[in-house]
T-cell receptor, first 113, second 116 residues
Framework: EDKVVQSPLSLVVHEGDTVTLNCSYE??????LLWYKQEKKAPTFLFML????IEKKSGRLSSILDKKELFSILNITATQTGDSAIYLC?????????????FGQGTILTVHP | DTGVSQNPRHKITKRGQNVTFRCDPI?????LYWYRQTLGQGPEFLTY????????KSRLLSDRFSAERPKGSFSTLEIQRTEQGDSAMYLC??????????????FGSGTRLTVV
C-alpha cells in the first residue's frame, strides 16, 4: 500500500524565519509528487514535481524532489503570518491509479508576528 | 471558470439518516475524484470517475456509500444510514487527464458533515 509521511507534524515560527517541510514516500509506480496549502477550506495547489533535482520556485516558496532517496522538501523563506496553514504533500502513482493521490498527514505551520 | 463547486458547505444530520452531496467539476475536466478528510489527517481517496465511468473505489467506501456521475458532468456522493464515524470533510476534485499528463488538479471547498 502506498504511503506518504510528512514531518514535522507541526511547526511554530516567527515572521521572517525560514522553514523546511519534509515529505517521504513509498509508492509503487511513482509518477509525481504534489504540494498543497490548506487553510480553512480547499487545498490549493503549490507544486507538482516529477523529476529529481530540479527545483521549482514560486516567490518565497520552493520545492525539490529526490527520487533516489524518495523524499521531497518544501522551503518557505521570510515567512509571513499569511503562510500559516496546513501543508500537504501527496504522491501520484501511475497505471490504473493514475490521478489517485495518496496524502501525508500534513504539517501545521503557525507563523507568529 | 468558477472552479470546483460543492454543495452543501455544511450538513448536520442525525445518525441513521441518508445524506447526499453534490460536486460540480471544472467543465473541461474529464476526471472527478472524491476524498474524505478527518481532523488532523490528510485527505483519503474514496473513488474517482473518468467521464461517467467509476474506475476505482477505495476499501474505505463501504456499502453505505455510493457515488454517481450520470452524464459525466456533476457527481453525487450518497451516504446511507449515517454513523458518527462518517463525520468528516468530503472533498471533491477534478482534473484533465490527456495522454500521459494530468492537468489542473483542483479541489473544491468541501462539504463538512457532522453526524449527531
Amino acid at each position: 500500500e502506498d504511503k506518504v509521511v510528512q514531518s514535522p507534524l507541526s511547526l511554530v515560527v516567527h515572521e521572517g524565519d525560514t522553514v523546511t517541510l519534509n515529505c517521504s514516500y513509498e509508492v509503487t509506480n511513482f509518477r509525481s509528487l504534489l504540494w498543497y496549502k490548506q487553510e480553512k477550506k480547499a487545498p490549493t495547489f503549490l507544486f507538482m514535481l516529477t523529476s529529481s533535482g530540479i527545483e521549482k520556485k514560486s516567490g518565497r516558496l520552493s520545492s525539490i524532489l529526490d527520487k533516489k532517496e524518495l523524499f521531497s522538501i518544501l522551503n518557505i523563506t521570510a515567512t509571513q503570518t499569511g503562510d500559516s496553514a496546513i501543508y500537504l504533500c501527496a504522491s501520484n502513482a501511475g497505471g490504473t491509479s493514475y490521478g489517485k493521490l495518496t496524502f501525508g498527514q500534513g504539517t501545521i505551520l503557525t507563523v507568529h508576528p | 471558470d468558477t472552479g470546483v463547486s460543492q454543495n452543501p458547505r455544511h450538513k448536520i444530520t442525525k445518525r441513521g439518516q441518508n445524506v447526499t452531496f453534490r460536486c460540480d467539476p471544472i467543465s473541461e475536466h474529464n476526471r472527478l475524484y472524491w476524498y474524505r478528510q478527518t481532523l488532523g489527517q490528510g485527505p483519503e481517496f474514496l473513488t474517482y470517475f473518468q467521464n461517467e465511468a467509476q474506475l476505482e473505489k477505495s476499501r474505505l467506501l463501504s456499502d453505505r456509500f455510493s457515488a454517481e456521475r450520470p452524464k459525466g458532468s456533476f457527481s453525487t456522493l450518497e451516504i446511507q444510514r449515517t454513523e458518527q464515524g462518517d463525520s468528516a470533510m468530503y472533498l471533491c476534485a477534478s482534473s484533465l487527464v490527456y495522454g500521459q499528463g494530468i492537468y489542473g488538479y483542483t479541489f473544491g471547498s468541501g462539504t463538512r458533515l457532522t453526524v449527531v
